[in-house]
Nanobody
Framework: QVQLVESGGGLVQAGGSLRLSCAAS????????MGWFRQAPGKEREFVAA????????YYADSVKGRFTISRDNAKNTVYLQLNSLKPEDTAVYYC????????????????WGQGTQVTVSS
């Protein structure tokens, strides 16, 4: 049974940093693309970043490029999202997701999802 468990969210002031973690279990993810999405109240879920597990190739939304960094740790089967220079508009629930093949921003291409972790940025 595939499980993605996010952690690391919290309340931070604008300009601050957080590191989100996504612990993956239940299968081998070496052929997967891992993504981070976010959803703010009243808004649609939006793509943040993705990483191909096997090559560490990455892909970012323009809104976070240069501020957020996605990475993975093979030994821990964990994907990270480092959030720097946070802005109030980054406030959202952040979700980890996995899909079998495609480096994509389309959320319906992802097969597995975590439960989400709340990030709140105060001004």
């Amino acid at each position: 049974q595939v499980q993605l468990v996010e952690s690391g969210g919290g309340l931070v002031q604008a300009g601050g940093s957080l590191r989100l973690s996504c612990a993956a279990s239940g299968r081998t993810f070496s052929n997967y693309v891992m993504g981070w999405f976010r959803q703010a109240p009243g808004k649609e879920r939006e793509f943040v970043a993705a990483i191909r597990w096997s090559t560490s190739n990455t892909y970012y939304a323009d809104s976070v490029k240069g501020r957020f960094t996605i990475s993975r740790d093979n030994a821990k089967n964990t994907v990270y999202l480092q959030l720097n220079s946070l802005k109030p508009e980054d406030t959202a629930v952040y979700y980890c997701a996995a899909n079998r093949a495609t480096m994509t921003y389309e959320y319906d291409e992802y097969d597995y999802w975590g439960q989400g972790t709340q990030v709140t940025v105060s001004s």
